[in-house]
C-alpha cells in the first residue's frame, strides 16, 4: 500500500462549481499535513497547511479525520485559475521526512 | 526573507555522463534539505535529505549521489547517468512550520 494515496482524476468541473478531494495516508503516526498545489512543469507551491480542526482559507477548506487516515480539500466556486494538480502532503512523526502524493489533477472549464 | 535557487533550468545530457545539480539557500541556518525527484506523469520522488553538513539520507538505492558541503548548499551527482536518470529534479528546504519550499526545478533529459 502506497504511504499517501490520491486519486488522479482528472476532475473536469464547470466554473462556479464545488470540488472536493480526499487523500489517504497510511502512518498513524503522521503528525502534519498539508496541500500543495503544481503548475504545468512547474515546482509544488504550498496551498496550505490542514489541522486537526480544519481550516479555511478563501475558497479553500482543508480537513482532516485523524480516526479513518485521511484528508480532503474543498474548492469552493471554482475559477478557471485553480486548475492545476493538487498534491497531498504528510510529515511522519520523526519531523524531517515529507512524503508527497501523486496529485490529483483538476481542470476547471468555461 | 528566504529563498531556494536551483540551476541549470533544463539540462540535457548523454548517457553515461556526469551529472552535478546544485542548489543554495538564503535567508535561513541550518535547514532540513531535500531533493526529489518527479518522473513524467508521477508523482514526487524523495531522493535524499539532510538535516545538517555531511549529513545525508538516502531513500532509494539509485544511480545518485548527494553532498552537503555547507550549510545552505546540497549538490546532487551522477558519475554516469543513464535514460532512467530523466525527469524533473526538486530541491526543497523545511520550514519552521514543517512545510517545505520547493526550487524552480531542473528539467533533466537523458539522451
Known amino acids: 500500500r502506497k504511504e499517501v494515496e490520491q486519486d488522479p482524476g482528472p476532475f473536469n468541473v464547470p466554473e462556479g462549481a464545488t470540488v472536493a478531494f480526499n487523500c489517504t495516508y497510511s502512518?498513524?503516526?503522521?503528525?502534519?499535513f498539508f496541500w500543495y498545489r503544481q503548475d504545468c512543469r512547474k515546482e509544488p507551491k504550498l496551498l496550505m497547511s490542514v489541522y486537526s480542526s480544519g481550516n479555511e482559507d478563501g475558497r479553500f477548506t482543508a480537513q482532516l479525520n485523524g480516526a479513518s487516515q485521511y484528508i480532503s480539500l474543498l474548492i469552493r466556486d471554482s475559477k478557471l485559475s485553480d486548475s492545476a494538480t493538487y498534491l497531498c502532503?504528510?510529515?511522519?512523526?520523526?519531523?524531517?521526512?515529507?512524503?508527497f502524493g501523486t496529485g490529483t489533477r483538476l481542470a476547471v472549464r468555461p | 526573507s528566504q529563498t531556494i535557487h536551483q540551476w541549470p533550468a533544463t539540462l540535457v545530457q548523454p548517457v553515461g555522463s556526469p551529472l552535478s545539480l546544485e542548489c543554495t539557500v538564503e535567508g535561513t541556518s541550518n535547514p532540513n534539505l531535500y531533493w526529489y525527484r518527479q518522473a513524467a506523469g508521477r508523482g514526487l520522488q524523495l531522493l535524499f535529505y539532510s538535516v545538517g553538513i555531511g549529513q545525508i539520507s538516502s531513500e532509494v538505492p539509485q544511480n545518485l549521489s548527494a553532498s552537503r558541503p555547507q550549510d545552505r548548499q546540497f549538490i546532487l551527482s551522477s558519475k554516469k547517468l543513464l535514460l532512467s536518470d530523466s525527469g524533473f529534479y526538486l530541491c526543497?528546504?523545511?520550514?519552521?512550520?514543517?512545510?517545505?519550499?520547493f526550487g524552480q526545478g531542473t528539467r533533466l533529459t537523458v539522451v
Open positions: 502512518n498513524s503516526a503522521s503528525q502534519s
Open positions: 502532503v504528510v510529515r511522519e512523526s520523526s519531523g524531517d521526512k515529507l512524503t
Open positions: 526543497a528546504w523545511k520550514g519552521t512550520n514543517t512545510e517545505a519550499f
